[in-house]
């Protein structure tokens, strides 16, 4: 099913259907903890879905699937334990499993964590910090005029006197610069690179609720013809924007996922 909806997903980038591409990115924002496949399957079947659970754990937090409720089927790994604790688990299979949106179920409310809206707060303080924690020197300058932004080997400089949600977004592309293009293997086209950067941003303002406006932003510029090109893209996408959501998600929220 995962490459029945990478063959649609190709299908409507050949198209000229960006907007599939841009859907399936907020469901990567919003389900980063699950690999590129599980995403794209939850893309495919549910892109209106914002929060999935098994019909169990629904059970657990005080909810129900309702009855006739088609379920969001996913792949879930087999492991194998070895005998020695100092080995990590393996995974030697994968097996159907269901899951359910929130809109499936009826029962107790659930506890939200605090959404953004069109300020990203403290994870700009987050993002800031994780910036420098990976030895990234930042800098605020308006020298680097009309950009918003850039990136070298080591430094990330942005424009000053931005609007907030702008330089969480800008600083979200930057570091993605810094992560994917420097230094080892990178897309020789700039378009491409400018994409994935973009593209990380959108996935990262995603998860926290924040509404980047990525009005110029095209993600169909990822897809040069070529299936193996977009997956690998998407698939460079998912592990960045996984990398920095992780190292700005509060120890609290990190737990209570």
């Known amino acids: 099913m995962a490459s029945q909806a990478m063959d649609e997903l190709v299908a409507a980038v050949e198209a000229g259907k960006s907007e599939q591409l841009k859907t399936y990115l907020a469901t990567m924002g919003r389900f980063h903890r699950y690999s590129l496949g599980n995403q794209l399957l939850i893309s495919f079947q549910r892109p209106d879905a914002t929060r999935v659970a098994g019909y ?12 006739g409720e088609k379920a969001i089927r996913i792949l879930a790994p087999i492991l194998w334990r070895t005998k020695n604790e100092d080995e990590d688990e393996k995974v030697v299979s994968f097996r159907s499993a269901c899951i359910f949106d929130v809109s499936q179920t009826d029962g107790k409310p659930l506890v939200e964590f ?7 707060g403290e994870q700009t303080e987050r993002l800031r910090d994780l910036i420098v924690g990976k030895g990234i020197k930042l800098e605020y300058s308006n020298a680097i005029g009309p950009a918003q932004g ?20 800008t600083m979200a592309h930057e570091l993605a610069h810094s992560m994917l293009h420097q230094g080892g293997d990178s897309p020789e086209s700039k378009t491409v690179r400018e994409t994935e950067a973009e593209a990380v941003a959108f996935v990262v303002c995603q998860a926290i609720g924040l509404d980047a406006n990525d009005s110029a932003s095209d993600y169909i510029q990822l897809y040069d013809g070529k299936r193996d090109t977009l997956i690998g893209s998407l698939e460079r996408i998912q592990q960045t924007a996984s990398e920095i959501i992780r190292g700005i998600t509060p120890r609290d929220q990190k737990a209570a996922a």
């Open 56 to 67: 169990r754990t629904w059970m657990q937090l005080g909810r129900r699937v309702k009855r």
């Open 114 to 120: 605090a959404r953004v809206g069109g300020d990203p």
């Open 150 to 169: 850039l990136s070298a080997e080591g430094r990330i400089v942005l424009g000053e006197d931005m609007k907030p949600a702008e330089e969480f977004s």
